[in-house]
């Protein structure tokens, strides 16, 4: 097995697992609200880096960079609707913008990890 053949691997269990995670946060069952959360706004970064991780993870999966955004940034309004129909849950426009928030966060993390320019292009010590 090639490094480059277990890096990929790896990137597309962590792209699975991310959205894994993000569904169970977006549709389980929430818990009472009994105890107010340490920090204030706390459910907005949970949402915010959900978000982020996803769409950053599978970007650099497929490379497909605007589909992955639309499609996250879509599911994060559409969540709100389908939370708003499920017991147990709510609907919280904020979260939805949380989402967004988390959108932009991971197209800005997959673009800053992208590998360099390939070899052989013009640049420093190029053709």
């Given at each position: 097995?090639?490094?480059?053949?277990?890096?990929?691997?790896?990137?597309?269990?962590?792209?699975?697992?991310?959205?894994?995670?993000?569904?169970?946060?977006?549709?389980?069952?929430?818990?009472?609200?009994?105890?107010?959360?340490?920090?204030?706004?706390?459910?907005?970064?949970?949402?915010?880096?959900?978000?982020a991780l996803a769409t950053a993870v599978w970007s650099r999966l497929t490379g497909r960079t605007a589909l992955v955004a639309a499609l996250f940034s879509a599911h994060g309004v559409v969540s709100e609707f389908i939370q708003a129909a499920l017991p147990a849950r709510s609907a919280d426009p904020w979260d939805a913008l949380a989402d967004l928030a988390g959108v932009a966060l991971g197209i800005w993390v997959a673009a800053t990890l992208r590998p360099p320019p390939e070899a052989g292009r013009s640049g420093p010590g190029g053709a």
């Open positions: 097995m090639t490094a480059r053949g277990s890096s990929r691997r790896a990137l597309t269990a962590a792209a699975w697992l991310a959205l894994a995670a993000q569904l169970a946060m977006l549709y389980a069952p929430s818990l009472p609200d009994a105890v107010p959360p340490p920090v204030p706004f706390a459910d907005k970064l949970v949402h915010c880096v959900a978000f």
